[in-house]
T-cell receptor
Framework: GDSVTQMEGPVTLSEEAFLTINCTYTATGYPSLFWYVQYPGEGLQLLLK?????DKGSNKGFEATYRKETTSFHLEKGSVQVSDSAVYFCALSDSYEGAQKLVFGQGTRLTINP | NAGVTQTPKFRVLKTGQSMTLLCAQD?????MYWYRQDPGMGLRLIHY???????AKGEVPDGYNVSRLKKQNFLLGLESAAPSQTSVYFCASRWTGNTEAFFGQGTRLTVV
């Protein structure tokens, strides 16, 4: 079945550091890929998405590129802020099953120190 | 702009008791989902629905039942609660498979 694997957390960085959170996936069909963010005590909210190979999703300084050849969708930000501290989830919807399911990785907790 | 509303927000159950979690969305979305979130496990899909009157099993459906009698509501039932069902439950909805999912605020359930 479909699956998403994220880098082990937690991740702790200093403010203005460069961020990479790795995400790789397994899918039967041709998936759409998403990054969601969860702030403390809240539900998840969409950060960015990409629906086809080589697409780059971007939002709030975060970027991720859909790499079909490496089945990856790594999240990057050039200069993180304390306010970026949250849990980040990579997710996919696979066209094979009509894109009905939304499958998540285990999440990566990010803490940014001032 | 209510979005996705979950009821209740907190609940403590005794082992063997039953309860129903309600998810309501006001965006006319077709797809709705129930997830549970446990430390180190991410979000695991319990059940989902792709339209009124339809339901399907997700990754961890055992011990749960669902119903989608109205398009805007998706109910999650626990017939006989077990301590292993202690978790935070999230409901989500979206138009179709490639679109953004909107999440509720979560229900923290403790089974003692």
């Amino acid at each position: 079945g479909d699956s998403v694997t994220q880098m082990e957390g937690p991740v702790t960085l200093s403010e203005e550091a460069f961020l990479t959170i790795n995400c790789t996936y397994t899918a039967t069909g041709y998936p759409s890929l998403f990054w969601y963010v969860q702030y403390p005590g809240e539900g998840l909210q969409l950060l960015l998405k990409a629906t086809k190979a080589d697409d780059k999703g971007s939002n709030k300084g975060f970027e991720a590129t859909y790499r079909k050849e490496t089945t990856s969708f790594h999240l990057e930000k050039g200069s993180v802020q304390v306010s970026d501290s949250a849990v980040y989830f990579c997710a996919l919807s696979d066209s094979y099953e009509g894109a009905q399911k939304l499958v998540f990785g285990q999440g990566t907790r990010l803490t940014i120190n001032p | 702009n209510a979005g996705v509303t979950q009821t209740p927000k907190f609940r403590v159950l005794k082992t063997g008791q039953s309860m129903t979690l309600l998810c309501a969305q006001d965006m006319n979305h077709e797809y709705m989902y129930w997830y549970r979130q446990d430390p180190g496990m991410g979000l695991r899909l319990i059940h989902y629905s792709v339209g009124e009157g339809t339901t399907a099993k997700g990754e961890v459906p055992d011990g749960y039942n669902v119903s989608r009698l109205k398009k805007q509501n998706f109910l999650l039932g626990l017939e006989s609660a077990a301590p292993s069902q202690t978790s935070v439950y999230f409901c989500a909805s979206r138009w179709t498979g490639n679109t953004e999912a909107f999440f509720g605020q979560g229900t923290r359930l403790t089974v003692v």
